[in-house]
């Protein structure tokens, strides 16, 4: 049995979380701490990130302290330690990823630099025993990534968006809607019981053979018909509209990936999952063509710390580990 702390603060969630597995044997998220920013980044519309870092800084070792409290492992018991070393915001990555190595050299023990899009692609999977070969989406504020899926640590990408990502999107429209940062979850409320076909927005791309994503001209149209209508609009139609546009792109190119691999699996992860029209129109669009469907808990939807410590327990039992020289890689890519 192998026990691992992660840190997770690529962005605007502080995050620690305790895992413990050995290998064949089902994962336990011991401990799952996130301490959002959110609320102290909304007078701004977005993060800032000096905020975001002096703020992991001051976060950070109270979360440790009450992880490790609550779950009643003492420090020496853990066998190594793991941080998210990219991509993200430099100045978060530097806070959670310096934590990590720190605590791993007073400890003796191996430090693993985790690459975040990985922890999010293998949140579906956290109680499970291994990763069987999928597809993935991803989708969060900052990605929307297709990946053929062979098992842990095996990856190819598919398609990517080309301009905004799916996360992006939604928190863009939530702002030219008014609505308050981060627009996501916001759009999904206010798209509660309008009618998704009120507007009749692009599906860019959704005929295309590649397996490439767009969304700036989805955005762009949501702005003109704003525009032309001077603001008076059915915020909750619209909102409905926009929303059911997104779905049928990323259902629509997951399944074209799904058929041309011929993979009969599909994995959804990333913030974005989070929103319910989505996982039940993947639910119902993966029931009709026969293809499993799987997704991360609610909780393991956003970022957190359980996804990148099971990541970083994987790659433990698999032997690897990370020299504590490894710098943050803002701009990481997963393959
Ligand atoms: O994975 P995540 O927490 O952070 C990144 O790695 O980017 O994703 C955050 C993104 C934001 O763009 C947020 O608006 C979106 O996930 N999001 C949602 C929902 N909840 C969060 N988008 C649509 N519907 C939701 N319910
Ligand atoms: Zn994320």
Known sequence: MALLLAIESSCDETAVAIVRGSAGRTAEVLASEVSSQIELHREHGGVVPELASRNHSLRLRGLVGK???????????????????????????????????????????PFLAINHLEGHLLSPFLD?????????????????LLLDVEGSGRYRRLGGTRDDAAGEAFDKVGKMLGLAYPGGPEIEK??????????????????????????????TAVLYTLQRAEG???????????????????????????RQTGRSMIGLSGGVSLNRALRDAFHDACGKSGHEFVTAAPD????????????????????????????????????
Do not use: W
Not at 308 to 316: G, K, N, S, V
């Open 190 to 219: 206010a798209a509660r019981g309008g009618n998704p076909k009120a507007y009749d927005f692009p599906r860019s791309m959704l005929g295309d053979a590649h397996l490439d994503f767009s969304f700036s001209g989805l955005k």
């Open 67 to 109: 992880a490790l409290a609550d779950t009643g492992v003492a420090m020496r018991e853990i066998d190594a330690f793991a941080a998210t070393s990219g991509p993200g915001l430099a100045s978060s990555l530097l806070i959670g990823s310096t934590a990590a190595k720190g605590m791993a050299c007073a400890m003796n023990r």
């Open 300 to 335: 393991f939807c956003t970022d957190n710390a359980a996804m990148i410590a099971f990541a970083a327990l994987l790659r433990h039992l698999a032997g690897e580990c990370s020299p504590l020289g490894e710098d943050i890689h803002p701009n990481l890519p997963l393959v």
């Open 232 to 258: 008076m609009v059915c915020v909750t139609d619209l909102a409905a509209s926009f929303q059911q546009a997104v779905i049928d792109i990323l259902v629509g190119k997951t399944l074209r990936a799904a």
């Open 128 to 144: 499970r025993t291994s990763v069987p070969p999928h597809i993935a989406l991803i989708v969060s504020g900052g990605h929307t």
